[in-house]
């Protein structure tokens, strides 16, 4: 071999191994490639970087009331103006933020495990689908508000104790949007995981001895992705619209602790009067979801291989 | 339709000839008037139901013998006088009282008004299994009677010193002995054309009625005075919520009345700003008010939580109550929450004039050094947190209420005056469904009080405060061995109170009544166990072109509409 020929299989060589093609290569290139998704995460990385570092550099405390400097437009010291108890909108806002975002991502964190658990059990094994299915089923029809209000009075008092008002309503209302929003993921799952065991590759999967549970985490859930990650982005908006109505009932936070949701309901009367309170909650409400949306549409198109590389 | 309109513009006429000289021209003049309330009344039958809505919808048909006009004072309505003791209307012992019906007053089908139906509408309230929500007026009646035609005569089973219950005021009007005869007792909720659409003496007539929606009157052809009622047609639409209500009276002038307006205040002026009509206000004995639990909510004393067996840590020390009352900023409170439908009082009795208590004024000034003083004093400690503690024991308090923005807007503002003297607050807030329920198989009720404040609104029908000071009697405590019922909230409990309560049932004389009403309250007020805040009036919106309105918190807002006028 001269040395031209070596030099050339080398740099051939190179280029192989400057791109060589993984699952997570592939799918990253591919999400790069949606516009709109990319749009979207950096709205919500905006978002999240906001709410998580604002209040460091935005320091009035949300819920100290400046009662001379109520109903304020947007100025300087108060960028989104103030309520008419002369509370900063601004401060309210990233702090509001904070608690919806963090509300929205456990509790969908939470859905989509019990979600994908029954769903995945249900359609792959024969003997749980029935049982399984009727506890979804159980689920959907229980009416929602009579079973907060029954949790809610069953376990406030000791989740307060055990961690104090807020921590103990953050977990008592993530668990409710959580244990009350999983069943419709469990539907779509299960009918992917039915059809995707019957096909060829799950079918020489078990051919060859592979244990159920590595067929499931191997072929059938890398698969059934697409529709978790919709549902799951579906799920973040809901979530946050979920607990925001709560709060509206008195069964959410204390009213001195600030959401997006809260903002939006105290705001809606003095839409006329002080329109920043009404705009601005409303306004990151929308980017969130729509962001949060965008992305997983991004994902599942990056995510499904019969899209992917065209 | 048309017929009535011609009848209406007959009687007009021939009425406009008769010698009156009123600044409208006489009946069914001035056109169609249309008022909102925007809580819709269900039906229109008072006995049936307690609420707000359908008394004051019910008061344009139905009328009793005497109203409170706006001043609290009695005048008659169906009678000439009212009788008392001195004209000999109401016996020496104070077991009877006699009223006459003015003379001609016909229902408006044309029939006479009589004492049987007076004593009609007494069998149909007390009736066992009627279900009436205004029974309490008809307290201690013996028995009723009619002398004659015109005569009534009430007996009471003991002496009454205010025998005024009965047929006075919006919660008992007088019904039609005839159109409900087969409505007594069990039949009375089934008896619906009568419920919608009773006969009435008042100034309208129901010509239809859409429960929870609108109902439409027509002037009364038979009422008394010849000259009135001013409107010939009048539309009573529910639905939407304050707000609105506000704005299609004072922004749109959809609507020429609107009633309960609790809107923030700087909302309902920029409404008015638009000059299409006027917030009226008056001022009743609603007072917005901090009840502080002189039990122990700790949710691990199980059963006998907040019970009388387990006193307040710290609630019961008055100095406590005190300074947490001069902390609060009452002018602030009331200027974001309220406006002119509110002032700032110390008292839980703040009115008629004659019963207001002035010996507690000193809370009306707002002084947190002198809470800061009292605090110290009693023994609590400001810690590193900027929370006070005493033997282990943290200030901490939970403050609870029913969901309202107001409400709460008090709440965040009493939490932040509250931090400056070292007391940590929690605030909850309940559905007002739940919250005023009363089901004593939930824990967030305002009787179960499982909390350590807790903040309402209360008041008393009509103008006499037996009842309402009897409220805290030790008898009144709600506990489990009374299904949580009761009215004495904070339970408050003392002896020499309870003896006041027995001694104010006993005494005639409006001064002595006066003078013990005001130590009841001076008493409650010492005890601490009261934190008054907000002495609020009712809000209600008037058109510009509407005359005569003269807002009535002692009796149904509508109570003059046959005086109300369009102006030119």
Known sequence: ?310 | MKKIGFLMAATALVAAGSAHAESHEGRATDGHLNIIYWQAPSLLNPYLSGGTKELEASSLVIEPLARYDETGTMVPFLVDEIPTVDNGGVSEDLTTITWTLSEGIKWSDGTPLTAADAVFTWQYCTDPESGCAQLSNYNDVESVEAVDDRTIKITFSVPKPFPYGPFVGAQSPIIQAAQFADCLGAAAPTCTDANFAPIGTGPFVVTDFKANDVASFVANENYRDPMKPAFATLNLKGGGDAASAARSVLETGEFDYAWNLQVEPEILNQMAAAGQGTVVSAFGTSVERMHVNQTDPDPELGDERATVAHPHPFLTDPNVSRALSLAIDREILVEAGYGSSGQPTCNVLPAPAIYASTNNDWCLNYDPDEANRLLDEAGWVMGDDGVRTKDGERLSILYQTSTNSVRQGTQALVKQMWEEIGVETELRNIDGSVFFGGDPSSPDTFQKFFADIEMYTNNFDGTDPERYMGNWACAEIPSPETQWQGSNMQRFCSEEYDALVVEFGQTAALEDRAALAIKMNDMLMNSGSIIPLVHRGGVSAHSNTLEGVLMNEWDSELWNIADWTRAE
């Open chain 1, 1 to 310: 071999m001269s040395d031209q020929d070596r030099i050339f299989a080398q740099t051939v060589v190179d280029e192989v191994e400057e791109r060589p093609r993984t699952l997570l290569r592939d799918v990253w290139s591919q999400f790069t490639a949606h516009r709109g998704a990319m749009a979207g995460l950096a709205v919500f990385l905006v978002i999240v970087l906001g709410v998580s570092f604002g209040p460091f550099i935005h320091t009035i405390d949300p819920t100290y009331s400046d009662f001379r400097a109520r109903n304020q437009g947007m100025s300087l010291a108060h960028p989104m103006g103030t309520d008419n108890l002369g509370r900063d909108m601004f401060a309210q806002v990233l702090q509001g933020g904070r608690v919806s975002l963090l509300v929205g991502v456990t509790a969908m964190a939470i859905a989509m495990f019990f979600g994908t658990l029954v769903g995945v059990l249900a359609g792959y094994f024969r003997r749980l689908d029935g049982i399984l299915m009727r506890v979804t089923d159980l689920f959907l029809a229980l009416p929602i508000l009579p079973l907060l209000l029954v949790i809610i009075m069953l376990f406030r008092d000791t989740l307060r104790k055990a961690f104090g008002p807020e921590a103990g309503i953050f977990l008592l209302i993530v668990f409710i949007i959580g244990i009350t929003s999983w069943m419709q993921t469990a539907r779509i799952v299960r009918g992917d995981v039915l059809a995707l065991k019957e096909r060829e590759f799950v079918l020489a999967a078990r051919s060859i001895g592979t244990p159920a549970h590595r067929i499931i985490l191997r072929h059938v859930l890398p698969n059934v992705l697409s529709p978790i990650m919709v549902s799951a982005t579906l799920g973040i908006a809901t979530a946050i619209i979920t607990e925001s109505a709560l709060s509206f009932l008195g069964l959410g936070f204390p009213s001195d602790f600030p959401t997006w949701g809260r903002l939006l309901f105290d705001g809606a009367n003095f839409m006329t009067l002080t329109p920043s309170r009404v705009i601005w909650p409303g306004l990151m409400l929308s980017l969130t979801v729509l962001s949060v949306n965008y992305v997983g549409d991004g994902l599942r198109d990056a995510l499904d291989p019969h899209i992917r590389g065209r």
